[in-house]
C-alpha cells in the first residue's frame, strides 16, 4: 500500500444568499441566520451573501447572532455586511461558478466557486422567479422551487388558478388589475361591493404578489374598502380580494426525499385575541400560538397530506413548500396558498412541523442542500 494519503474531497460549498428589495427583507435575514446556524460545517463551506435593500449583493458576517429580531424589530443586511463599497457578482457563464468581489477603481478578487445556492429570500425579487432565472443562467444549482413553480407561488392568483385545474378546492375570489384600475377604478369598487353582496363580510383585501401577511387587510364593511385597496396596491399594484373562509387554519409542510415529496404533520394555527387574523405581527413579532401537530382525526391528517403534496405537484415545486388550509364546517379542506420558501425562522411552522414528524432543523437544511446538489439546472 503506498503511504501517501488520498487527498480529501473539497466540501461542497454552499453561498446563502438572503435579505433582497422587498418588504419581507427582514424576515429573510432572520431565516438565513437560523439556517447558517443548521448548516453542519462539517460537511460544507459556507459564504453568506446579502442582497440590500437597494438591491446590491454584498458580503456579510457568518454571525447568525446578529441576524435575530431584536426588541421587536427586524435585523438588516445592511447591519451585517462586511465594510467597503464593493459587491459580489456571479459571472452569467454556465462554465464557470466563481462568485467575483468587485470595489470602485479596483481589479476584481474572485471568491472562488460555489457548488449550490440557498436563496432563503421572500417575497418579489427573490421567491418570484427572477433570482431562479438568475441561477439558471449562471448555470447554479440552488435549493427550492424553480422559475415556474416560484412564480406560480408568489402569485395568488395564478396559483388559485393552477390549483383550480388540478382540482384543488379553493375559496372565492376576485382579481383587481393594475390596468382595469386606471382604466375605471368605480366600476373596480363596483365589482368590490356586488363580491360582498354575494359572499358576505369580512372580505380580506391583499397585494396579489407578496407574503408574511404583509400588506393585508381584514374588511368588514364597505367604509373599509378605500383604506385596504390602498395598502394593498402600496405593495402590489394587483389586488386580490378574498371572501371569508369559515373554519380551522391548518398547514402542512412539504419536504423532497430522495424518493419523492413528503408531507409532514399538520398544525393548526389558533385565533388570538390581540389580532383580526394570522397577520404579520402575530407571525413573526407576537409568536401567535400554533399547535404542533393539529388535533385532527387519522383521516383529516391523511387527507391534508395528500392535499399537500398534491398542491406541491400542481405547481411542479421542488425542495420545499408549506401548504396552508381551512378545515370547513362540514369536514372539507380548502386550500388557502403556497409558500415557496416558507418563513425558516426558529418560531416559523414549517421546521416545527417537521420537527414534529422527526426531521430536525439540520437535516431539513442538509436534505434540501443534498436535493439541490442532484439536480442539474435548465429545463425541469
Known sequence: MSSESTPQRPKPRVAVVFGGRS??????????????RAIDRGRYD??????????????????????????????S???????????????LDPGRRELVYAEPGEVPKE????????????????????????????????????????AIGMDKEYMKRVFTSFGLP????????????????TAARARIMDFAAEHGWPLFVKPSRAGSSIGITRVTGPEGIEEALATARHHDPKVLVEAQVSGREIECGVLEFPDGP?????????????????????KYIDSAEGVVPAELTEEQTARVRQLAVRA????????????????????????????????????????????????????????LIQAALSRSTGLR
Open 46 to 75: 459556507v459564504l453568506p451573501i446579502g442582497i440590500t435593500t437597494d438591491g446590491r449583493w454584498a458580503l456579510t458576517a457568518d454571525d447568525p447572532e446578529r441576524m435575530a429580531i431584536a426588541e421587536r424589530s427586524l435585523p
Open 77 to 91: 443586511v445592511e447591519q451585517v455586511a462586511e465594510p467597503g463599497t464593493g459587491g459580489v457578482v456571479l459571472p
Open 262 to 282: 413528503r408531507a409532514s404533520l399538520p398544525a393548526e394555527i389558533l385565533s388570538t385575541d390581540s389580532h383580526d387574523f394570522y397577520d404579520f405581527e402575530a
Open 23 to 36: 418588504s419581507e427583507h427582514g424576515i429573510s435575514v432572520v431565516t438565513a441566520g437560523a439556517v447558517l
Open 111 to 150: 471568491l472562488g466557486e460555489v457548488d449550490v445556492v440557498f436563496p432563503v429570500l421572500h417575497g418579489p425579487y427573490g421567491e418570484d422567479g427572477t433570482l431562479q432565472g438568475l441561477l439558471e443562467l449562471a448555470g447554479v444549482p440552488y435549493v427550492g422551487a424553480g422559475v415556474l413553480s416560484s
Open 312 to 367: 406541491f405537484d400542481a405547481a411542479s415545486c421542488e425542495g420545499l413548500v408549506r401548504a396552508d388550509f381551512f378545515l370547513c364546517e362540514d369536514g372539507s379542506f380548502v386550500i388557502n396558498e403556497i409558500n415557496t420558501m416558507p418563513g425558516f425562522t426558529p418560531i416559523s411552522m414549517f421546521p416545527r412541523m417537521w420537527q414534529a414528524t422527526g426531521v430536525s432543523y439540520p437535516e431539513i437544511v442538509d436534505l
Open 170 to 185: 379553493v375559496g372565492p375570489y376576485l382579481v383587481i388589475r393594475p390596468r382595469e384600475w386606471q382604466a375605471d377604478p
